[in-house]
């Protein structure tokens, strides 16, 4: 089979992956070097530049979203919070820890959930699905997300509830909810039914 002479579209059209929700393909924006927050621009598919981190606080694993995923009615149901009247209506988020050191974003991994965390802004459910890379031999044996080390889930939390300060005026980011595996791979179909929902029309 000759290769498409197209790059396929980063959110749309790339699978998902046959072990989902268990391993996910996950693509990844930002890496723990950038000082820049990066995304997809979502109508082309190409890299953009959202904004400059205003602070020292850098990401701290590989972060970026699972393809053909979407938040919206599924996702808010889940997050059983009053405060939380949707989803973000985009991509479902993910950070992805490794042992390697990445220097450039703008790639694919094969990622295995084992928990996240469901931050709520702006009364919309964001949330933030936590996993290590598959593979990777440093968290082979990791299942869970109170397996890991509670200093990195720190740095997560701490990141999240600042990432969208600005000097002199602080961004409310709440985190709802702190969730092991199980309900991260909830998380996860929950929000494959939302994308077959409003791109399918399934």
């Not at 790059?7 to 072990?19: S, Y």
């Not at 295995?112 to 009364?123: F, K, Q, V």
Request: net charge negative; with cysteine.
């Amino acid at each position: 089979m000759q290769a498409s002479p197209f790059t396929a579209h980063p959110w749309h059209g790339v699978a998902i992956g046959p072990d989902a929700p268990n391993v996910v393909t996950a693509f990844i924006e930002i890496v723990p070097s950038d000082t820049i927050k990066y995304e997809i621009d979502k109508a082309s598919g190409l890299m953009k530049v959202d904004r400059p981190q205003k602070y020292s606080s850098l990401c701290p694993t590989l972060y970026g979203f699972i393809p053909q995923t979407y938040c919206d009615e599924n996702v808010r149901v889940l997050a059983r919070d009053k405060k939380v009247v949707r989803g973000d209506r985009d991509p479902l988020d993910i950070c992805v820890f490794t042992e390697r050191s990445i220097a450039a974003n703008g790639f694919l991994v094969r990622a295995r959930p084992i928990g996240g965390l469901r931050l709520i802004d702006d009364e919309e459910a964001d949330d933030k699905i936590i996993s290590v890379m598959a593979d990777d031999p440093l968290y082979a044996n990791i299942q869970s997300l109170k397996e890991m080390p509670q200093a990195l889930i720190d740095r997560i939390r701490h990141y999240f509830l600042t990432y969208k300060d600005f000097p002199g005026r602080k961004q409310k980011v709440e985190i709802g909810a702190v969730y092991e595996r199980d309900e991260a791979l909830e998380v996860i179909t929950a929000a494959i039914k939302d994308y077959d929902s409003k791109f399918k029309g399934v």
